[in-house]
């Protein structure tokens, strides 16, 4: 499950409590609708803070050498280096 899967799985289930909410007359339509808009920019906005905090930046040393695998900041992943096949 990746965070895209995530994110919209809780904006399911927004849609789903302010259809209810909406149902019972304690918040209309517009307000809901609202908030929701503002969770859908909040979440990945957090989230990418999240995702980057205390990365380190690659040195230029490091950079140059096409031969190194690194690891995505984003995942965690390792990624291999580019193949120079002919």
Same mark, same amino acid.
């Given at each position: ?11 399911? !289930? ?11 007359? $304690? #918040? ?10 503002? !969770? ?12 980057? $905090? ?8 490091? !950079? ?12 965690? #992943?390792? !990624?291999?280096?580019?193949?120079? #096949?002919?």
């Amino acid at each position: 499950m990746n965070a895209d899967t995530i994110f919209q799985l809780i904006r399911y !289930v927004l849609i789903a409590v302010g259809g209810y909410i909406t149902g019972k007359g $304690w #918040a209309n339509e517009t307000q809901w609708e609202a908030l929701i808009g503002f !969770v859908a920019i909040l979440l990945p906005a957090l989230w990418g803070f999240y995702v980057k $905090w205390n990365t380190k930046p690659v040195l230029d040393k490091v !950079v140059v050498r096409q031969n190194l695998p690194t690891v995505s900041s984003a995942t965690g #992943a390792k !990624v291999a280096p580019p193949s120079h #096949a002919p």
